[in-house]
């Protein structure tokens, strides 16, 4: 079985891509998710797992956001022979500030304007174009509104706030907690995700829409796992406020896993205190 990954030099691509042994489609290896010439290369594979996205919220990068997160993901499955499979790494943040009012956060939660940027809908509607031209060319498509998905860290890679918090406490730079450190978030290890994705590759669903992150067992606020951080280093953590959260970022995000772990059977493996000493 031939796998690709795109954005697979990334902070989490070079990880997936070394759990499958997949080739890498970015520009590192000399390939635009742009160009309509590279594209045509996944025509060759049997799984595309679309990690490759622009990441940027800010206004003026609406337009690149649209074309590289919808666009580009739908030109794709375009070009994906039948029966292949793709995976399309979406976000929870397409939900807004409405899991506020959810201890857990479920696929039906509300996904209407709640502040969200241009990179957020961006996603969402590149959820759509996945799904209608994964069902018009016959591929099997699968989407993940990913929570916080972690890894060690790469070169030339920005990290997510979980190893930026690592990094910091090892190096003693001051972590800057919003809302002194409330917000809870639950947490995934890279290689749980790669898991998700097998999964949906080895079964007979056609398609799926799933939440993923690490649930109620791996959720926790920011100032806990500082806490649990500097615990395993045995430092003591330099902790800053960094004020609010912005208007449209949720205080607390939990993501139900009822929906995957009856439809794929998954569920995370490792767990906080364990992911967190294999990024030391």
């Known amino acids: 079985m031939k796998i690709l990954v795109t954005g697979g030099s990334g902070y989490l691509g070079t990880h997936v891509c070394r759990f499958f042994n997949a080739d890498d489609f970015s520009r590192r290896t000399g390939h635009d998710i742009l160009n309509d010439e590279d594209v045509r290369l996944v025509s060759d594979y049997d799984v595309v797992i679309h990690l490759a996205a622009h990441l940027d919220k800010d206004p003026a990068a609406a337009d690149l956001c649209f074309k590289t997160n919808a666009e580009a993901a739908a030109n794709v499955v375009k070009h994906l022979k039948p029966n292949a499979a793709f995976i399309y790494a979406s976000t929870k943040d397409v939900y807004g500030t409405h899991p506020n009012l959810q201890p857990l956060v479920s696929e039906t939660c509300s996904t209407d304007y709640s502040g969200q940027t241009a990179f957020e809908w961006s996603k969402l509607?590149?959820?759509?174009y996945v799904e209608y031209f994964a069902r018009r060319n016959d591929v099997r498509a699968c989407i993940f509104r990913m929570s916080t998905i972690y890894a060690r860290p790469s070169d030339g890679n920005e990290a997510s706030f979980v190893t930026h918090y690592v990094e910091s406490v090892k190096r003693g730079w001051p972590i800057h907690l919003p809302l002194d450190g409330q917000p809870i978030r639950d947490i995934l290890h890279v290689d749980d995700f790669s898991r998700?994705?097998?999964?949906?590759?080895?079964?007979?669903h056609a398609s799926g829409l799933y939440n993923l992150g690490g649930g109620a067992r791996n959720s926790v606020s920011l100032r806990e796992l500082v806490g649990l951080i500097g615990k395993q280093i045995e430092l003591e953590p330099v902790i800053a406020d960094a004020g609010p959260l912005p208007s449209n970022v949720p205080v607390r995000y939990v993501s139900d896993l009822t929906k995957i772990r009856e439809q794929l059977a998954w569920q995370?493996?490792?767990?906080?205190?364990?992911?967190i000493r294999s990024l030391l």
């Open 268 to 275: 995370p493996q490792i767990g906080i205190v364990e992911g």
């Open 196 to 204: 998700a994705c097998q999964l949906f590759i080895d079964s007979v």
């Open 125 to 128: 509607i590149g959820e759509r």
